[in-house]
Every structure is written in C-alpha cells, then in structure tokens.
C-alpha cells in the first residue's frame, strides 16, 4: 500500500477484504506462494485522460477523466462510471476493488473496472452535459467494447448521461454495439428492471438475512439515506414489502416522516425536479422534520428503527451513528452505496448482534442485472418486467446462499462480510491461478 500514497479509501477497501483471509489462506498456503493478494490489488491497466468541453458561457473547461480496469479473470471489466467533485484516482481503485469480488459473488462470467470523473453534473444545462460526455467518451471509447470493459451508471451518470455516451460511441465507432454501456433506454437496447436493480435486489438481500432469524420486512420501521438511484427504489420495494420507510436524505440534509415517505411525491422532487430533498418536507408539511447539515441516522435519534439501508455514498455511516441506530433497537443494516458503513461502525454492529449486509453483497443487484442486460443485447432479445426481476430475485437468492453458506464453512456462520469476501475472492484467485501468471 505504500506504492499507493494518498488513496485512503482505496486502503480502506483493500483493508477491509483481506482482513477476512485469514482462515482461507491458511486452508489454501498457494494463494500465498503464487502471490495473488499482491495480483489481485493491482489493476491490470489504468486510463487517466484530459475531458475538455466548453460551457455554455463558451469557456472552455478541463476535467480529469479515469478508468480503472482492475481485474478481468472472469470476464470483460465491468463497472460504473462516477461523475462527481470528489472523484481522484484512489476513489477509482476503491470502487473498482470492490466491484472484483462483487461481481464474482452474482456468479456470472463478468470481471471488475470502475471510471468516472471531477466533473460535477449538478447545475449544468444539458447542453453542458451533452459535451462533456462526447467529450469524456472521444478518449474512453478506445478502451472500451462489449468483450473488453462495458461500464454503467453510478453517483452522478444516469440514463441521460449514458445516452450521451452511448451515442459519441456510436458514432466513433460507427457499430451499433449495444453491449458496450449498460443502463440504456428501453428503447435503445436497455432491459426493463435495470434502474430498479440495486434498490430492489438490496430489499431481496435484506429480507433474505431478516428471514434467516424468524424475521421480515412486514411491519418494519426503515431508514434509508440518500434519495438517488439505488435509495429511491430501495424505498418503492420496502413499502411493497409491507414494511415503512421514516427518513431519507440528500447531501443537504435529512427527512424524518414518521408515518411514512410518500414515495411518488420523493420521486417527482428528486427524479422529475431534480430538486433538494428540503422541497418533500416544505410540501408535504407539518408532520415532516428536516434538518438541514444532518445525516438521517441522526434526524431519526430516538425514534424506534428496524432496519438501516445505507444507500448515499462512502463513510457516510459512522462509529456515533451506529451507537444511535443500535440504541434506537436496529436489526438488520444492509449496503445499497459501496463502503458507507465505517469500519468502526461495522465493528459496532457486529459486536452488537446486528446483522449486517455488506456491499459487495448487497448491492449486487445492479451490476447483476446490467450482466442480463448485456445477455439481452447478445441475443438481440427483451425481456418482460416481470421475467427479469423474477432472475433478479434469483440472483439476489443465490448472493445470500453463498455468503451464508462460506460464513457457515469457515466457522463464522451469521457473518455476511467473512462470507462475502471469502467466496469473491475464491472465485476470483482461482480464475486467476488457472490463466497463468497473469
Ligand atoms: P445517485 O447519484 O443517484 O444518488 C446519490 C444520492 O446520495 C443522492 O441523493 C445524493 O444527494 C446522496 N449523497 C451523495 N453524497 C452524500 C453525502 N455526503 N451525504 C448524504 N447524501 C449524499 O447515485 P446512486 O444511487 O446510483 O448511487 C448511490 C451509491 O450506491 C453509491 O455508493 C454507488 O456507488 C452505489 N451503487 C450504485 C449502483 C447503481 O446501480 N446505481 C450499483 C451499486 C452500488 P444529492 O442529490 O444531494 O447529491
């Protein structure tokens, strides 16, 4: 890690999986001898490029664009790209870490990558938008393809901007190669279920844990922070579930709704008005309490919580706020974002009895389903609603039956983050050791 100065949470993530090792390398001394921790924490190639683009004042502006492509022993680098202010190069390696061992964990034959870029969409025409993104891809299309690296979505990339994307590639390459980008339209070679997928396979995650202890969602008080992609549509699937959602969030502040979010009226601030989240609490009234600055696990303080849905961004969820959920009675904390839990609240959790739902387990749904997006567009096929979230269900089953089957084997049954991380990474060094030094 000293080759890797100033990548804190790069350190963290590759912290946080080998920490879990322990009993696999000692049943299994090769992984040692044949060097695949030192392999598997170095990307296999990594891309840092100019993205200039002109605004609309017609100045010209300069981001710093990047695409880490970490690890393809299972198939085509596969995930996201960020479009955010914080975004360095050590955000690029933690998500792209990450996404190894979460897409091994879906099963299917996909590798890990991640990208993204400085730039910070919000408050930009879509004009602005447009350019930077015909920008971004005019360099990145050169290292992508359907066999090669397909990115997707993540904080601050949704359908607009993969539209944009999708159609500089086209052009570039002049190939309609649908399975180069997943997210699409549906109109354009998207699958049905794709925007729903990480919120509803993190749901399908979280009932399957609740239920391994008599437990479920029906009547279960939940907290959910964010109000993006992935928590917008963690909430439509509690509620389906019988169960209520109280607080939400957006990098302004938070929302406790005690008799529950209106779930069309969040969507149409945050998705259709691209508004703040303090819009839902001066519409929807008195009952609702927003505080601006604060994170939703303390606007909720004292309230009585069942379940907690991290779904915002990074160590959003510190070692305070996990004492306040574990004192407000919690059960269950499952990850929709990628690392939000700190490792000291982890440790809270844990040692408080609480099951926890790591990431890469968790919110697999996303990357699982862009992989059946992609089986789609290979076999120039659509899939109905219903047929695709029944394979999303499946897949989120079987993510729950590894880890807790892996936990079980290496004498730490309960323990999603041991099995999550074992059974990612056996996947992965095994792939690996069968291609050769590579
Ligand atoms: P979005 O951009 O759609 O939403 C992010 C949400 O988090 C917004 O509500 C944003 O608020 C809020 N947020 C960002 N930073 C903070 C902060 N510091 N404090 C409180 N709220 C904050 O992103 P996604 O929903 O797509 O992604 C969310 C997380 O899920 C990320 O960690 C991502 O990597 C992960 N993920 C996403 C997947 C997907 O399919 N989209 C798949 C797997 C993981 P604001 O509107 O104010 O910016």
New binding site residues.
């Given amino acids: 890690l000293a080759r890797n100065p100033g990548e804190g949470e790069f350190h963290q993530a590759v912290h946080e999986v080998f920490d879990s090792l322990d009993r696999v390398l000692a049943k299994n001394p090769h992984y040692v001898s044949e060097s695949v921790l030192e392999r598997i924490c170095e990307p296999e190639r990594q891309i840092i490029f100019r993205v200039p683009w002109v605004d609309d004042a017609g100045r010209v502006q300069i981001n710093r664009g990047f695409r880490v492509q970490f690890n393809s022993a299972l198939g085509p680098y596969k995930g996201?790209l960020?479009f955010h202010p914080s975004v360095l190069l050590g955000t690029v390696k933690f998500?792209g870490f990450e996404q190894i061992f979460k897409n091994a964990l879906t099963g299917m034959p996909i590798g890990g990558g991640k990208g993204g870029s400085d730039f910070d969409p919000?408050g930009k025409s879509d004009a602005e938008i447009m350019r930077f993104c015909q920008s971004f891809m005019t360099e990145a299309y050169r290292h992508l393809g359907e066999y090669t690296d397909v990115p997707?979505?993540?904080?601050?990339v949704?359908r607009r901007e993969i539209g944009y994307l999708f159609g500089q590639y086209k052009r570039i390459v002049n190939r309609y190669e649908s399975g180069v980008l997943t997210g699409k339209g549906i109109t354009w070679g998207g699958s049905l279920v794709r925007t729903e997928?990480?919120g509803y396979g993190l749901v399908f995650f979280t009932q399957r844990m609740l239920e391994q202890s008599g437990r479920s969602l029906d009547g279960a008080r939940v907290l959910v922070?964010?109000?993006?992609?992935?928590?917008l549509y963690a909430m439509e699937k509690v509620h389906a579930l019988g169960g209520t959602v109280v607080g939400a969030?957006?990098?302004?502040g938070a929302i406790y709704d005690p008799n529950g979010i209106d779930i069309d009226l969040l969507r149409d601030v945050?998705e259709v008005r691209r508004e703040?989240i303090s819009a839902y609490a001066s519409e929807k009234g008195m009952d609702v309490e927003y505080r601006e600055g604060a994170?939703v696990w303390q606007v909720a303080d004292g309230a009585s919580i069942d379940v907690a849905l991290p779904?915002?961004?990074?160590n959003?969820l510190g070692e305070d706020d996990a004492r306040l959920l574990v004192a407000s009675g919690v059960r269950a904390v499952a990850e929709?974002?990628?690392m939000?839990t700190t490792p000291a609240a982890v440790r809270v959790f844990r040692e408080a009895g609480v099951l926890f739902g790591p990431?890469k387990a968790a919110?697999a749904g996303?990357?699982a389903t862009s992989a059946l997006e992609m089986q789609q567009n290979a076999s120039r096929d659509s899939w109905s609603f219903e047929h695709t979230e029944e394979r999303l269900s499946d897949i989120m089953d079987g993510i729950h039956a590894r880890c807790a089957e892996t936990a079980d084997e290496y004498g730490a049954p309960g323990d999603y983050v041991i099995g999550a991380n074992i059974a990612g990474f056996t996947r992965v060094a095994d792939a690996m050791l069968a291609l050769g030094v590579i």
């Fill in positions: 996201g960020r998500l919000k997707a979505g993540d904080i601050g949704g997928a990480t922070s964010g109000s993006g992609n992935v928590a969030s957006d990098s302004g945050k703040r994170n779904c915002a961004t990074q959003e929709g974002a990628n939000p990431g919110n996303g990357v």
